[in-house]
């Protein structure tokens, strides 16, 4: 399965972008689907997952200004981003896994990952 991002690039503090990631899938049974992202010198957090209930977790830092949501006819996720900081710049990695994503330890992510994609946040 391939896992492609779209939608970052440069946006103001305060500001709003869309995410897209889209899965092409062969034998790759998609349960659940979700962001992380990597910000300069820092390592690799979780922003948000769904699964294919429409469950969704988010990080704490992230609660009430993102949104995760799927489109599963389209195998396709989005994270709506409000009220961006500087601090959020980093880059956007896309995660898939065969499992709910209660079976996976999020801290090493699920099955498949993105190439990423850079989100800058200017100040």
């Known amino acids: 399965v391939q896992l492609v991002e779209s939608g970052g690039g440069l946006v103001q503090a305060g500001g709003s972008l869309r995410l897209s990631c889209g899965a092409s899938v062969s034998d790759f049974n998609i349960n659940s689907m979700g962001w992380y992202r990597q910000a300069p010198g820092l390592q690799r957090e979780l922003v948000a997952v769904?699964?294919?209930?429409?469950?969704?977790l988010y990080a704490d830092s992230v609660k009430g200004r993102f949104t995760i949501s799927g489109d599963d006819a389209k195998n396709t996720i989005y994270l709506q981003m409000n009220s961006l900081g500087p601090k959020e710049t980093a880059v956007y990695f896309c995660n898939g896994g065969r499992q709910n994503y209660g079976d996976y330890d999020l801290g090493d992510g699920m099955d498949c990952w993105g190439k990423g994609n850079l989100v800058t946040v200017s100040s």
């Open positions: 769904i699964a294919s209930s429409g469950s969704t």
